[in-house]
């Protein structure tokens, strides 16, 4: 090899395999801790195991679903959050299992971003973890990959993979769902993750100054309530699941209550929410007088304060409330079944929104 040709390395290419290592090695107490039966909690092999009948399964249905957190990791980038929006990632995951009456077992995880910022990862990473032990479920796996030129400087997306089970015979699909049955929420956290590209869009065009107290809440700061992240619904909803009796669940992400509560609906079962029936956080209240938002934009956008929807026949709402509640949940009774078409109407005292008509009537407001 000619002494004047410069020798190539990955590393020169902007690609450190010791980061990599240094970053697997610095998680492995992070991943062994979200340790349960079924799963070894070891990581570096070629994939991960799990054992079903470990977990206590007999005759399981595995249920599967991937999610990311969207642009709200944006948010997270560009104020230096990094410490929770990894629970994002797996709520976005677990709350869509557990609508199907499935136990999260394990998830997978993806990191992707131009270089490697030894720290960043890390507190992703430990988010995601943080996430698992929440939602019950082991980490097992993942991928993190350092890709130069793909991402701007300090970026990253992140992408979520959770399989989980129900037994044979117990799954949610909301079948059993009919006119008469009684619609319950759960408050959400704040935004969750869905509807950032139009926070982001509110926040520059208005000159938010994130670092500064939340109008609505002094005790905050703006940014804070912002990136709070998203609720994980698993643990409190998981034993009243398998008591049979929840009939049907709808977790509000994008499209909001207007597009969610019809997808666990069969045929011939319209959904009616009175918006009056629960106070509207200060969050959502500020972000429709920043942005002139129409109610029925409101309804089809964000979860309007509420992130998990629940239908119960009328004999068992008190216990299901009360079994919630004391599980930290805050329960509001918002509506009910009603018969008509499969679909979903919002009442508020600013007017009705059905799902079929939303779009068309908000753009011709």
Not at 137 to 159: F, N, Q, S
Not at 242 to 249: K, M, N, P
Request: net charge negative.
């Amino acid at each position: 090899m000619s002494s004047n040709t410069p020798s190539y390395t990955y590393e020169k290419a902007g690609v450190s395999i010791d980061a990599g290592n240094r970053l697997v090695k610095a998680i492995g107490p992070l991943v062994k801790a979200t340790m349960r039966p079924g799963a070894d909690g070891e990581i570096g092999g070629f994939g991960g195991f799990f054992d079903p009948r470990a977990a206590g399964y007999k005759d399981p249905l595995l249920v599967a679903g991937n999610d990311g957190v969207g642009t709200k990791v944006k948010l997270a980038i560009e104020n230096d959050r990094h410490d929770a929006i990894g629970q994002d990632l797996v709520a976005m995951c677990v709350n869509d299992l557990i609508v199907q009456g499935a136990e999260p077992l394990f998830f997978l995880d993806y990191f992707a971003t131009g270089k490697l910022v030894e720290g960043v990862a890390e507190r992703v990473i430990a988010s995601i973890a943080e996430g698992c032990k929440l939602a019950g479920c082991a980490l097992i796996g993942g991928e993190t990959a350092e890709m130069p030129g793909m991402y701007a400087e300090g970026d990253y997306d992140l992408a979520g993979f959770c399989v989980g089970a129900v037994e044979r015979g117990e799954q949610l699909t909301g079948e059993k769902v009919a006119p008469g049955h009684v619609l319950l929420g759960l408050a959400s956290s704040g935004v969750h993750s869905n509807g950032y590209s139009l926070v982001r869009r509110l926040a520059e065009d208005k000159f938010w100054q994130l670092g500064e107290p939340a109008p609505f809440d002094d005790s905050k700061l703006l940014i804070d309530t912002l990136i709070e992240p998203t609720r994980i619904y698993v643990k409190s909803l998981l034993p009243v699941i398998r008591s049979g009796q929840i009939d049907a669940l709808a977790h509000i992400t994008g499209g909001g209550l207007l597009e969610n509560v019809p997808r666990v609906l069969p045929d011939a079962a319209h959904a009616v929410i009175h918006a009056t029936s629960w106070a509207q956080p200060g969050l959502m209240a500020f972000l429709q007088e920043q942005g002139n938002i129409v109610p029925g934009e409101m309804a089809r956008t964000f979860n309007c304060g509420i992130g998990m929807v629940l239908a119960v026949k009328p004999d068992q709402v008190e216990g299901v409330a009360q079994a919630l509640e004391e599980a930290g949940e805050s329960v509001f009774r918002i509506g009910e079944i009603v018969e008509g078409a499969k679909g979903c109407t919002v009442r508020g005292s600013a007017g009705t929104w059905t799902s079929a008509e939303a779009w068309e009537a908000v753009h011709n407001a």
